[in-house]
Nanobody, 122 residues
Framework: QVQLVESGGGLVQPGGSLRLSCAAS????????QRWYRQAPGHQRESVAT???????NYADSVKDRFTISRDNAKNTVSLQMNNLKPEDTAVYYC????????????????WGQGTQVTVSS
């Protein structure tokens, strides 16, 4: 009932920047917390950044001061600005959101995007 579509991944050199975006669509009444996760080969999926619908943010220690999460509640989008990228940032990045759907009785359901590849390499 809710679809999350990421965009903006790609190949970038160390020290470079990328901006990921995630657009939510469907029978959305409200998006609560929105998150970015990532999963590198051979590693578990990890939380990168979160943002509440009030704009409160939280970051993994490994990306603090380099990544910035933001959202546009009117457009149901969330973005991740990634600066000073490092090879260890290479991963598939996933958008995630807790959503209340129209006609869902107020139930909160978690949704995931399909992921977008970010590769940091010279």
């Amino acid at each position: 009932q809710v679809q999350l579509v990421e965009s903006g991944g790609g190949l970038v050199q160390p020290g470079g920047s990328l901006r990921l975006s995630c657009a939510a669509s469907g029978r959305i009444f409200r998006l609560n917390i929105q998150r970015w996760y990532r999963q590198a080969p051979g590693h578990q999926r990890e939380s990168v950044a979160t943002i509440t619908n009030g704009g409160i943010t939280n970051y993994a220690d490994s990306v603090k001061d380099r990544f910035t999460i933001s959202r546009d509640n009117a457009k149901n989008t969330v973005s991740l600005q990634m600066n000073n990228l490092k090879p260890e940032d290479t991963a598939v990045y996933y958008c995630n959101a807790d959503a209340i759907i129209i006609g869902g009785g107020g139930k909160v359901t978690e949704y995931w995007g399909q992921g977008t590849q970010v590769t940091v390499s010279s």
